[in-house]
Each structure stands twice: as structure tokens, then as C-alpha cells.
């Protein structure tokens, strides 16, 4: 599959939300919503009735929402219409995998696509009952702990995606968390194809080449 990257607008200007998006749409298909709650991770960031205003405004662009919540359950029904990727993390719902497969069923039941995230410190392996059952059309692999923009890619993770490629070569991975035009061809090679961008993007002057920059290392053979 082509290379997607969806800008986190979590590194925008949220006293101009509108604006902002409008900057990296339509030269993207899909934004990346980093909905937090303050326990899950020591942030707050925005909720469904943002998520639900941008559908309002931008009416092609696909949603995707990285639940970084506690119960991530409780959010499905008010983000509803707005999203259309729906990523909760593994750490989230506990040990009991049951519980993560009723929530993938209850995603696909209401038309979203099912994802789960890890955090760095979690296991592939834990996610593999899921993946084997066929109940993830993603999976998100974190290169940084969840909570906040701007920090530093963790390369440790590559291999983490290596290893989820070869096992499932069909499930989309997803890297978020210090993309940049310097780290994104590394994932690429290890299987990602999916790009979360933050501050690559919305801390550049010009969205259009900061775009252009992240996609550019795709292009070349190695
Ligand atoms: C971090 C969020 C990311 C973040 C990425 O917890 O999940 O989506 O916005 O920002 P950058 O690209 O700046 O690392
Ligand atoms: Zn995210």
C-alpha cells in the first residue's frame, strides 16, 4: 500500500483549529486526533466534540483517533460519525484479552476500523491473540511514551515493526511519535505505512514542503 501520513493536529495552534487543518488538507487523506484524558497519560488534549466539529468542517478527510484513555470503550458511541479509525492502547483494557476483543467487535459493529496501540515497554507478543482471531485492521506501534509532542523517535522500536511485518504482512502499521523526515524511511523499510507527524509538520512555516519532506525519503531506493 501507498504511505499515508496523517498529521497529529495535537502540535497545531488550537486557538486556530480551523486554519491549521486547512493548511495540511486536502494534501492528506487522514489527521491524527490525540484524544487524552489525564490518567491514561499526564495530559488532557481534546475530546469527541472536537473530533465531531472537524467532521463538520472537513467532510472528506478521515479521522484518526488514538484513544490514549482510560476505558477507551466509553468513547465509541460519542465519536460516532466522526471517526473512522478507532485506536485504543493494549495497557488500557488490562490483561484480559476477552475485553479487547469485545471492543474491536463493538468497533467494527458501528462501521469504524479497529486498531490497538502498545506503549514502548509492552510486548508484541500480548497483541497477538487479536491478531490472530483477525479482529485489527491496525496496529500502532508508539516510538515515544503517549502524552506529549515533540519528542525524540526511540529506534528500539523498529524491531518491534519488523517483527509485527513478517508475522502479520497484512495489518497496517502505524508509527507515531518523533516522525521525521530523518526517522521515517526507517520505518518504512521495517513495514510501517502509516505516519503520524506532529511537530514535523505543524512546528514548519510551510506545510506543503513539510509534507513533501516526510514523503521525499519514501521515494528514493535505499
Ligand atoms: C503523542 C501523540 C502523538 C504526537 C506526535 O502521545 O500520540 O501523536 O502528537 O507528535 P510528534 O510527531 O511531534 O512526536
Ligand atoms: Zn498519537
Not at 52 to 57: G, M, N, T, W, Y
Not at 62 to 85: F, I, R, V
Not at 147 to 171: A, D, I, T
Request: with cysteine; glycine share 6%; net charge negative.
Amino acid at each position: 500500500m501507498d504511505p499515508i501520513i496523517a498529521p497529529s493536529i495535537l502540535n497545531s495552534d488550537f486557538a486556530k483549529l480551523k486554519t491549521e487543518i486547512e493548511t495540511v488538507v486536502p494534501q492528506v487523506q487522514w489527521l491524527h486526533i490525540d484524544i487524552m484524558d489525564g490518567d491514561f497519560v499526564p495530559n488532557i488534549s481534546i475530546g469527541p466534540c472536537v473530533a465531531q466539529a472537524i467532521r463538520k468542517s472537513f467532510n472528506d478527510v478521515k479521522l484518526d483517533c488514538h484513544l490514549m484513555t482510560s476505558e477507551p470503550s466509553k468513547w465509541l458511541k460519542p465519536l460516532l460519525g466522526a471517526c473512522n479509525l478507532f485506536t485504543f492502547h493494549y495497557e488500557a483494557v488490562g490483561e484480559d484479552v476477552g475485553v479487547a476483543m469485545d471492543l474491536c467487535r463493538s468497533i467494527r459493529a458501528l462501521g469504524m476500523k479497529s486498531s490497538i496501540s502498545i506503549k514502548p515497554k509492552t510486548p508484541l507478543e500480548k497483541i497477538y491473540p487479536l491478531l490472530d482471531q483477525d479482529l485489527l485492521d491496525g496496529v500502532l506501534i508508539m516510538t515515544v511514551e503517549p502524552g506529549f509532542g515533540g519528542q525524540s523517535f526511540m529506534p528500539e522500536m523498529l524491531e518491534k515493526v519488523k517483527r509485527l511485518h513478517q508475522k502479520y504482512p497484512n495489518v497496517t502499521i502505524e508509527v507515531d511519535g518523533g516522525i521525521n523526515p530523518k526517522t521515517i524511511r526507517s520505518c518504512y523499510d521495517a513495514g510501517a505505512r502509516m505516519f503520524v507527524a506532529g511537530s514535523a509538520i505543524f512546528k514548519h512555516p510551510d506545510r506543503t514542503s513539510a509534507i513533501e519532506n516526510l514523503l521525499k525519503p519514501l521515494r528514493h531506493e535505499n
